[in-house]
């Protein structure tokens, strides 16, 4: 087997800016929103112009949520982009998700609300996007819009969609793995590398995440079975917007690493330049995202969406204290006369405090460096770090050990909650060890890393 660079890009959420993204309604929007939305035409046509010039590979994969919410408009123009680049001489292979679907898609043509948009059906997808992986497949199961693609001597790409006419983010049902087993079953027949392209991913990106309903694809664990104990080690993912490495190993003793990689236009921003170097070894570096036209004020195109996310968490974290049931709504919560009162005091601490204050309150020690830091800018970082991976607050960290330390103080909060504590998916979980580890990674670093899948 020869060496086999690709690239993977997802969540390009494509909006066709001419539909209306501006007015009150709009920045009122965008207030608590992670990802760009007026910027997004203009990321992705920077980003498709730098992958046609890169000499990196001629291999692009894309993990689905093409568009933004599905507006037809934004398919045909993102179609057009991806013409484009497969005229550059770059092959493609894209999986479509449910954003790519409409889910009641709109837009902000200057009004003071959202309005409707025209979007697009599933059954129209292959219409739409069969030259970019689907016309070229060795297998094809137009049902789910999945497919295998022969992407060089020895390598195989499984594109898997958990989609169809009849709903989105479905479990994968027994006749689909079926069809999934037959496909690893060639592969391995026919002595070929064969590895994983889906929107969902099958592990949580960081812990914390697992208590996400729709952060994981569902059932997982009998997608993580079918793929490990039959050949397919890996899998590329997208749809949380986060840089997350993760491996499990199954029942059977087979190691299985999900890739997740964050979106093209909304912070941590980066594209994923793999090589396979043999069998069993795969090379994964993150490259941002390019700088794109608009006015930036001077920032670089990570530096604005970091403002564009960091904005959001400090909208939401003042929002405890100023509104608290708008925040519960926004986070999943429903509001209740109770949780408003206890939102409302936390949010009131969060913003009042300092490192050194909360630490006191906890009689916990905050050392000097970090004493006077706002809790909010702390808090703030915390969670970004969640999304960009490679969270640097681990116990050998001042910000680490102080936050640590409280959540020790929290025992007895912990030892209750864990009787109850289940992760989305039924998993029993520790809290103490679901916070650390979302703190801090202790693992496989979330953005270069070296893979061996066997």
């Known amino acids: 087997m020869q060496e086999k660079n690709f690239i993977l890009i997802t969540d390009t959420h494509f909006f066709k800016n001419s539909l209306g993204a501006y007015g009150d309604g709009y920045e009122a929007f965008m207030e608590r929103e992670q990802k760009c939305f007026a910027e997004t035409e203009a990321i992705n046509r920077a980003a498709f112009k730098f992958l046609e010039s890169c000499d990196f590979s001629d291999t692009v994969l894309i993990a689905g949520d093409l568009t933004f919410n599905g507006e037809k408009e934004s398919h045909y123009e993102f179609v057009k ?62 049902e789910h819009m999945s497919y295998v693609a022969q992407i060089s001597d020895g390598i195989r790409l499984l594109v898997l969609c958990n989609d169809t006419a009849e709903g989105r983010s479905l ?59 039959n050949g397919c080690s890996l899998i590329f993912t ?22 997740c990689t964050g979106s093209l236009i909304g912070c941590p921003a980066f594209m994923r330049f793999c090589t396979v170097k043999d069998e069993k070894t795969i090379e994964i570096k993150s490259v941002p995202v390019p700088d794109f036209e608009w006015d930036t004020k001077g920032k670089t195109c990570e530096e604005y969406l970091q403002a564009q996310f960091d904005s959001m968490i400090l909208n939401l974290l003042i929002g ?40 006191k309150f906890f009689h916990v020690k ?36 102080v936050l640590l330390a409280i959540v020790k103080k929290l025992s007895p909060v912990i030892r209750i ?6 992760g989305s998916q039924g998993e029993q979980l520790d809290l103490y060890e679901v916070i650390k580890h979302s703190f801090g990674n202790y693992g496989i670093p979330d953005n270069n890393a070296t893979i061996i899948l066997k």
Request: with cysteine; hydrophobic share 35%.
């Open 366 to 401: 905050a050392e000097p460096e970090i004493k006077d830091m706002p809790l909010l800018d702390l808090l703030t970082n915390v969670v970004r770090y969640v999304f960009c991976g490679d969270q640097p607050y681990t116990d050998k960290t001042p910000e680490g050990r």
């Open 81 to 142: 982009l991806l013409e484009s680049l497969r005229n550059s001489g770059k092959k493609i292979y894209v999986v479509t998700a449910a954003h790519d679907i409409s889910l009641n898609p709109y837009c902000f043509p200057g009004s003071d609300d959202k309005m409707p948009a025209e979007g697009i059906k599933f059954d129209d997808l292959h219409g739409l996007y069969h030259a970019y992986g689907y016309d070229d497949a060795i297998a094809f199961n137009k």
């Open 171 to 229: 479990a994968y049902d027994d006749e689909f793995c079926g069809w999934i087993k037959e496909q690893l079953d060639k592969a391995k027949a026919d002595g070929q590398l064969i590895f994983a392209m889906e929107h969902y991913p099958v592990l949580a990106g960081q812990p914390i995440l697992s208590l996400i309903k729709d952060a994981r694809q569902k059932e997982a664990q009998k997608l993580i079975d079918l793929l490990a104990d």
């Open 320 to 359: 405890l204290r100023d509104d608290p049931p708008r925040t519960m709504r926004k986070i999943g919560m429903k509001p209740s006369p109770v949780l408003v009162k206890v939102f409302g005091k936390l949010g009131k601490g969060i913003c009042n405090s300092s490192v050194g204050k909360a630490a």
């Open 417 to 422: 909650a864990n009787k109850k504590l289940h």
């Open 238 to 259: 997208g749809h949380m917007h986060n840089q997350s490495i993760n491996v499990v190993e199954t029942e059977k003793g087979n190691k299985f690493y999900d890739v």
